[in-house]
């Protein structure tokens, strides 16, 4: 009997392995690097921080768009906002033997050892939105936070005469969009005398949280006029809280231009948002990609302009 059981269960096993094979890590579709490898194609991996949030949802299909204009195999894998679980799936891109790596880390930090097993192994790798602490990359494309944070704070205070009660929603601690959108903004209003910073708290990058943190500071301060969040998603659940707790004429202002946040400027329930392209930074990444996969050249930062979306 042993004997006759063990190479059905080989065979079931191998099954079983195949069928998993088409999945990339978290359960979403991977692509075959070899496969591609066989037809001509160059492989690219897309580790993305999060597909749950409408902003990397037009990078994925921004990068998917231009893929398929290129001729170029996209393996898109999503870490849900888990650094543990970004770190596997790139370790699988790295398996599949993709030629690039166009990364959007969920801590900038932690991406770090990864990324250099990546390079180390001839892979190259492109950070995208946020950027790679501790290792280097072939080139990072981005808006620049920084600029978009003196932009929020300068339409901020504008809105409210140059001084002001304001509360600060911040994104992931060690993103570095979180970090730059602050420092940015920062460097604005710490300048002035008449502005007074009644909260600073992450939300990261979450509505949900959004909206739990901005009730939990109205609670302490019925006095806020001014919000600044480092993403749209931050700024909207914000906005509940605030209607909620029925505060009047509560300047908010996002990021990133999400198709929510321009509908909500439109209807006059979100003050402003900074307008990024993340299609745009999806579109660059797959052309960034192609042109290291041929050999060619390319510059170490690729900036993506910046708007202002406003009433």
């Known amino acids: 009997m042993k004997r006759i059981l063990t190479p059905l269960v080989a065979g079931i096993l191998a099954l079983g392995i195949a069928a998993c094979s088409k999945q990339g890590p978290g359960g979403a579709p991977a692509g075959d690097a070899s496969a591609a490898a066989a037809d001509g194609k160059i492989a690219v991996g897309l580790a993305v921080s999060t597909l749950n949030n ?72 492109v950070s995208l939105d946020r950027s790679v602490n501790g290792a280097e990359v072939s080139a990072h494309i981005a808006s620049d936070n920084i600029a978009g944070g003196v932009m929020a704070g300068k339409y901020l205070l504008d809105k409210l005469g140059g001084k002001g009660r304001i509360v600060e929603l911040e994104g992931i601690a060690g993103s570095s969009a979180a970090r730059e959108r602050g420092e940015g903004f920062h460097q604005v209003v710490d300048k002035k005398e008449g502005v007074k910073l ?28 001014g919000v600044f969040a480092h993403n749209d998603e931050m ?38 948002t900074v307008q990024q392209q993340p299609a745009l930074i999806g579109q660059y990444g797959v052309q960034t990609a192609k042109k290291l996969a041929d050999g060619q050249k390319v510059d170490k930062f690729i900036p993506v302009p910046l708007n202002l979306i406003k009433q």
């Open 54 to 125: 409408p902003f990397f949802v037009e990078l994925r299909d921004g990068a998917a768009a231009e893929a398929k204009k290129q001729g170029v195999n996209l393996i898109t894998v999503d870490a849900q906002d888990d650094p543990a679980k970004q770190q596997a799936s790139v370790e699988d891109l790295i398996q599949k033997k993709v030629s690039v790596i166009l990364i959007n880390p969920t801590d900038s930090s932690a991406v770090a050892n990864v990324v250099k097993e990546a390079t180390s192994k001839g892979i190259k790798v």
């Open 235 to 272: 700024a909207l659940g914000a906005v509940k809280a605030i209607q909620a707790a029925g505060l009047k004429n509560v300047v908010v202002v996002g990021f990133d231009a999400t198709p929510d946040a321009v509908a909500a400027v439109k209807s006059g329930t979100l003050s402003a």
């Open 198 to 225: 009644l909260a600073k708290q992450p939300a990261d990058f979450d509505r949900a949280k959004g909206l739990s943190v901005m009730e939990n500071i109205i609670q302490g301060n019925k006095d806020i006029q």
